[in-house]
């Protein structure tokens, strides 16, 4: 297995469009975690799976935002209405216990 | 309310030195903490971490170091090269909950040679 993989790398919308991204982590993790970055930040946590069950969802996840992990494998995100304040990078991680490793990102710009 | 601090932006060391990147953080609910290291257009690596049971863990050239009663962890690189150069994120959880990652704001890190 070679890590998390994220797609796509980068994403660029008009405000008002829906977007969707997808990560797969490694296989035998059970806990993903979606955070977002901006610039000059450090990642902010928005919501966690173990297995198929989302179990925390931060403020900062709007009524805009869902993610899903359906049968506890691959995961994804989906932006609606995008807003430019939506413009950052998007990160998942993965982990059995302890450490959690962490894709590439997908890069959203929203213009 | 940020929870983890990172209070020094930016770090410049001589190739050979010693870097020591400091965090400090707030919630006494946090038991385990983290070094994540950041080149731009990737996403974190996971450097080391120590449990608040420890007050020291060491892998190579990296070790960290916990004071529990000051809320302060540090790492320190030795001998730093300049391809450690990079952002340092400090991240803490509490192992109880979710163990979701509270991040601090980073230092940028610059070893030259």
């Known amino acids: 297995d070679t890590g998390v993989s994220q797609d796509p790398r980068h994403k660029i919308t008009k405000r008002g469009q829906n977007v969707t991204f997808r990560c797969d982590p490694i296989?035998?993790?059970?806990?993903l975690y979606w955070y977002r970055q901006t610039l000059g930040q450090g990642p902010e946590f928005l919501t966690y799976?173990?297995?198929?069950?989302?179990?925390?969802k931060s403020r900062l996840l709007s009524d805009r935002f869902s993610a899903e992990r359906p049968k506890g494998s691959f995961s994804t995100l989906e932006i609606q209405r995008t807003e430019q304040g939506d413009s950052a990078m998007y990160l998942c991680?993965?982990?059995?216990?302890?450490?959690?490793?962490f894709g590439p990102g997908t890069r959203l710009t929203v213009t | 309310d940020q929870q983890v601090k990172q209070n020094s932006p930016s770090l410049s060391v001589q190739e050979g030195r010693i870097s020591i990147l400091n965090c400090d953080y707030t919630?006494?609910?946090?038991?385990?903490f983290l070094w994540y290291k950041k080149y731009p257009a990737e996403g974190p690596t996971f450097l080391i971490s120590?449990?608040?049971?420890?007050d020291k863990n060491e892998d190579g050239r990296f070790t960290v170091f916990l004071n529990k009663s000051a809320k302060h962890l540090s790492l320190h690189i030795v001998p730093s090269q300049p391809g450690d150069s990079a952002v340092y994120f400090c991240?803490?959880?509490?192992?109880?909950?979710?163990?979701?990652?509270?991040f601090g704001q980073g230092t940028t890190l610059q070893v030259k040679p």
């Open positions: 991680a993965s982990s059995f216990r302890g450490e959690q490793y």
């Open positions: 296989s035998e993790h059970n806990r």
């Open positions: 799976f173990q297995n198929e069950a989302q179990l925390e």
């Open positions: 919630n006494s609910m946090f038991d385990y």
């Open positions: 120590i449990s608040s049971i420890k």
């Open positions: 991240a803490a959880s509490d192992s109880s909950n979710t163990g979701k990652l509270i």
